[in-house]
Nanobody, 116 residues
């Protein structure tokens, strides 16, 4: 079955960095685009970044452009989110996501807290 497992979250001071990882299994990873979403308390889940199946194209929310970088390693079935210059407003649970024709799957999420 499809499984997405995020890791790498934690607490960081403003201006700091974290790298999130999402290990995928149960499907042919190299054939699908992958996404990172986040959900802050009391807010809707929002798309943070996406990457195509081969990694040749990426897209970002305006709020993270220039600070976050999405990448993938198809040999390791893993997608990453490098987060730099973190701000308190980046505090959220971060989820990775894959969309198939008739279904979409989510990981369990990893908490990122940015505070001093």
């Amino acid at each position: 079955q499809v499984r997405l497992v995020e890791s790498g979250g934690g607490w960081v001071q403003p201006g700091g960095s974290l790298r999130l990882s999402c290990a995928a299994s149960g499907f042919t990873f190299s054939k699908y685009g992958m996404n990172w979403y986040r959900q802050a308390p009391g807010k809707e889940r929002e798309l943070v970044a996406g990457i195509t199946s081969a990694g040749g194209s990426t897209n970002y929310a305006d709020s993270v452009k220039g600070r976050f970088t999405i990448s993938r390693d198809n040999a390791k079935n893993t997608v990453y989110l490098q987060m730099n210059s973190l701000k308190p407003e980046d505090t959220a649970v971060y989820y990775c996501n894959v969309v198939f024709t008739y279904a979409r799957y989510w990981g369990q999420g990893t908490q990122v807290t940015v505070s001093s």
